[in-house]
């Protein structure tokens, strides 16, 4: 073992980096090619490894000390766990790594209260490096460290976080940490389309992800300059054959520098799901067209835009290839993206395309609008740019919703108990409720509401979309009927939904 590891809050031993020879005290074990100094109750024991000290120290310490020998033994599972989780987290950053995620944090970390790290690999001019993006409610913060600090990150995060998910070109993990430091490490083999194996296997970590736009600090808006974009491989036949609406092979401006295409028209490989998901919305999108005129300038909101893949996407398709005379405005809370999307938007030259830093509830900046669209907002966000959306007359209305918190801590259980009595059940259906109310609210307010799949579930579990468009006449008795069965379920669950008392307000009850 190499350098000077400590394990936190120790009360028994104190392992050090050695090379002396010799052995453990009485166990025989050789150690000229490298040991373990381990100091315990003031004597020293040199071991070849953590393992056979522990193993040791089971043996010699005194029986009738039982509760101080099993406490020591407790310990020592911890920190031979934790030496596996630092094993693993030094292997899959050498080689085959696609994606790490850490989430449930344990508090504050790096001074900031971070809700989420994702990690991926990047190809940087000196060399691969592994780009660590730390979420906070309101920012995301990037560092690009190369395999050892990486590993060494990594580390570090997994004791100030519950959980973490690992990928690698063939195999996942699920690391789950407790407070008292148990490690539980589950993996399961990565299954691959026969057509992407070999390519996986030789791209592996070397294939680069395109930066995002809208990093927090100097250092990573600095990286991106030096991040090579490699053309997608590995696609499936069907992903080949599919005919997108933005098409591989002819280059689109904002696809280029958000990192999802090469100056030449290919999909970088890493991007491809996203790539997917925004020919997938202007799909949906292409199903409204009939409802949009062309004689007028319509007005369209993005709530909650974020890095504004598909608001980009809206505006190139609407405006560039459909010929619409569109006036588009994205809403983030976050300042430093918002300065980046404006940024690009001058570049492009889309000059009815703006962005602004605004609250979703609060926003006033326009009286009425054709399409109104809300990705991921988070929890009640979502109800109220619904909200919003019908109260200034909105003729259609695309929502993704993210993060159904609401109405999980609402919800009662009665003769729903085999759900309500478990945690993930109970989290998935308030989630069906949710959206399900949602919908139903909106047929209630005078929209023809469908609930569709948004991109496959083994892509992302946000995959609920909502799409309404303003009906012609109002059906006074499919209202009312609306109605009545929004409030039998709401009765009978305990729900009191935030939407529900928007559109209350709404309608001055």
Known sequence: MKGEWVMPGSKYFLPLASSCAGGCHGSGHDTRDGGLKIIYNDKLTVCSSLRIFFLYMSMVLPYNKKNKRKSFLTEGKNVLQMEELRSLFAG???????????????????????????VRPVELKDGLHFQFELFTKTQAFHENLDAEQAAMRACELGTKFKQAQIATVGEEYSVLVSKKGKVSIRKKRREMPAAGRGEAKMAGTQAAFGREPGGGDDKAENARGQEEALPMVGATAHDKRKNYILQEGRPVPFLVDLGVMTKDGMIVRPKFDKFRQINRFLEFVEDVLPRLERERELTILDFGCGKSYLTFAMYYYLHELKGYDIRMIGLDLKKDVIARCNRLAEKYGYHKLMFLTGNIAEYEGVGEVDMVVTLHACDTATDYALAKAVGWNAGVILSVPCCQHELNRQIRGGVLSPIMDYGILKERFAALLTDGLRAKYLESMGYETQVLEFIDMEHTPKNILLRAVKSRKMNTAKVKRCGEEIRACEEFLGARPTLGKLFKGERGE
């Open 92 to 118: 899959v950053f050498h080689g085959g790594l696609l994606q790490v995620v850490f989430s449930g944090p344990r508090g504050e970390f790096d001074g900031r209260d971070v809700v989420k790290v994702k």
